[in-house]
């Protein structure tokens, strides 16, 4: 009770209390029971039902959100009991669609005045006997019908009865409070959910561009929660961390837009899952090469052959050495450009060994077998990329935080740069794009940089590498965490409680779940 409700003989008026009530409110369903609520005392009705109006691009209806009795809350949302009723001509005579469609309070003090079937939508279940309906629209600020109250049975000292019209009145002005604070909830809703799928939907565009990342951008949010939740439960090093409900929605819009900078990526460059590749894998031009060299040594063979026919086995000997020789070279570029190992000093003496060995091209001039720039790229150390195409992919980084701190994020979204812009950064300030150290970072952060490292050691879809097992993940993680890459607080959580099971079950194929007891990895 408020200071002047506590003032002998003041008392504030029922609608002024009711508005409070109402404002208060933050979330749909609290302020849907409120209004009901509230309703039925100042109504002193039996029952009531409060309809919302929904819609879609093909039709509109309306909806049971709540019912309830006198002194009782009902339940939320329609049961099965509880169809809902379109808005279509054909139910356009029904009473709480022709309050919808005209705009104005329906009193309905005759019961004989209701079909079976208006009973049996209107009041679901809630009395056993109606004497009377009062149908209320809840009217937002531009005078559309948000929804219906809906209440039954006035209760007076004689029984049930009609509802005065001190109540009407009452109700018709708890009517707009209503609508109002309903209109803005959906609102503030449909806002939400709009922004909900444009984020998964820049998401999949970002998984789309690439077949090789394909469903990272989904399954580093289910890691992200996972490692989270985790964090939320655990006791001991994390106690005094919890994350509300909007922290949670803001950190699960940072893990789908983590790597939006990936769209500003050549393909040639996200796409490269062997060395050689560019537009097109290039090995082939280089095998073409070979089949022309082969051409040159068979050419060979059958001149010499023909001039000197009895030395034609000596000749054969060569022939067969040679094409040997030149099938073992190819084989050999084949295998090293698919960059699923390290290469050797030896190897790359070898690359360089084979790519000056000439050959003769279709206009008759004759060029090294492999271009300098074919020579650099089968010499990567490891994995398919060159120092400058690296640089590229990780400047998606710096594209990712530039495209999100451009964006007007509303007040509770405005750690989304921060977290999304983290999840390369390592713990001794070594990682990109701002080398920040884990003392900078936020936990939500470092979480991210541990789902992210996870979800790629495993991932199923990258043909540069096989999907790595957990046990060979998990080695990997732990030689991060001593590196001081990963968090080693937030990385013994990941194993303790078992967040690299719970995740290898859903997105893991069975084969690849090989640990039982993670103790070694610790």
């Known amino acids: 009770?408020?200071?002047?409700?506590?003032?002998?003989?003041?008392?504030?008026?029922?609608?002024?209390?009711?508005?409070?009530?109402?404002?208060?409110?933050?979330?749909?369903?609290?302020?849907?029971?409120?209004?009901?609520?509230?309703?039925?005392?100042?109504?002193?009705?039996?029952?009531?039902?409060?309809w919302l109006?929904?819609?879609d691009n093909q039709e509109d209806w309306l909806e049971c959100a709540r019912q309830a009795t006198a002194g009782e809350t009902g339940s939320v949302g329609p049961g099965p009991d509880q169809p809902r009723l379109p808005l279509d001509d054909a139910h356009r005579d029904h009473p709480a669609a022709r309050v919808v469609h005209g705009g104005d309070m329906l009193h309905l003090a005759d019961p004989a005045a209701l079909s079976d079937n208006d009973r049996a939508r209107l009041v679901p279940g809630l009395v056993t006997r109606v004497v009377s309906l009062l149908l209320v629209p809840l009217t937002n600020h531009e005078g559309r019908v948000v929804g219906v109250l809906q209440l039954v049975n006035a209760r007076g000292e004689s029984g049930p009865g009609p509802f005065p019209t001190r109540t009407r009145a009452l109700l018709g002005a708890l009517g707009g409070y209503a609508g109002i604070a309903l209109n803005n909830l959906l609102l503030v809703q449909e806002l939400k959910d709009l922004l909900d799928a444009f984020v998964r939907v820049f998401a999949r565009a970002i998984d789309a561009k690439s077949s090789h990342t394909s469903a990272h951008c989904e399954r580093v949010p289910l890691l992200t929660e996972l490692l989270a939740r985790a964090a939320c439960d655990d006791g001991g090093t994390f106690a005094d961390f919890q994350l509300d409900e909007d922290e949670w929605y803001e950190l699960r819009v940072a893990a789908w837009l983590h790597d939006c900078g990936k769209l500003a990526i050549p393909d040639s460059v996200l796409d490269k899952a062997t060395k050689l590749h560019g537009l097109h894998d290039r090995i082939e031009l280089v095998a073409a090469r070979f089949s022309a060299l082969r051409a040159d040594i068979e050419r060979?063979?059958?001149?010499?052959?023909l001039s000197d026919p009895a030395r034609e086995p000596e000749h054969r000997r060569r022939l067969e050495a040679d094409?040997?020789?030149?099938?073992?070279?190819?084989?050999?570029?084949?295998?090293?450009n698919k960059g699923g190992e390290a290469m050797a000093a030896d190897d790359k003496a070898r690359v360089r060994g084979i790519a000056e060995r000439p050959w003769t091209d279709a206009h008759g001039q004759t060029r090294?077998?492999?271009?300098?720039?074919?020579?650099d790229n089968l010499c990567i150390t490891r994995g398919t990329l060159t120092d400058r195409e690296r640089e590229i992919i990780n400047g998606h980084m710096d594209v990712t935080l530039e495209m999100l701190e451009s964006l007007p994020f509303p007040r509770n979204l405005r750690r989304v740069p921060e977290y999304a812009g983290g999840h390369h950064e390592r713990m001794d300030g070594s990682g990109f794009p701002r080398g920040l150290t884990r003392e900078q970072m936020s936990i939500p952060a470092r979480i991210m940089a541990i789902a992210d490292v996870f979800e790629a050691l495993t991932a199923r879809e990258r043909p540069y590498k096989i999907p790595l097992k957990i046990s060979e993940a998990l080695g990997i993680m732990r030689s991060m965490r001593d590196n001081r890459h990963l968090d080693p607080d937030l990385y013994r959580l990941f194993l303790d409680a078992g967040v690299w099971r719970d995740y290898a079950r859903v997105a893991l194929d069975p084969e690849q779940l090989d640990v039982v007891d993670p103790a070694p990895f610790r």
């Open 1 to 50: 009770m408020s200071k002047l409700e506590r003032v002998p003989g003041t008392r504030l008026p029922p609608l002024l209390r009711v508005a409070r009530q109402i404002n208060a409110q933050s979330d749909l369903a609290p302020l849907t029971r409120t209004v009901l609520e509230e309703a039925l005392e100042l109504a002193r009705a039996e029952a009531g039902v409060l």
């Open 53 to 55: 109006r929904r819609d």
């Open 300 to 305: 060979r063979y059958e001149r010499e052959s």
């Open 323 to 336: 094409i040997a020789a030149l099938e073992s070279d190819l084989a050999f570029l084949e295998r090293i």
């Open 368 to 375: 090294p077998l492999l271009t300098e720039d074919e020579v």
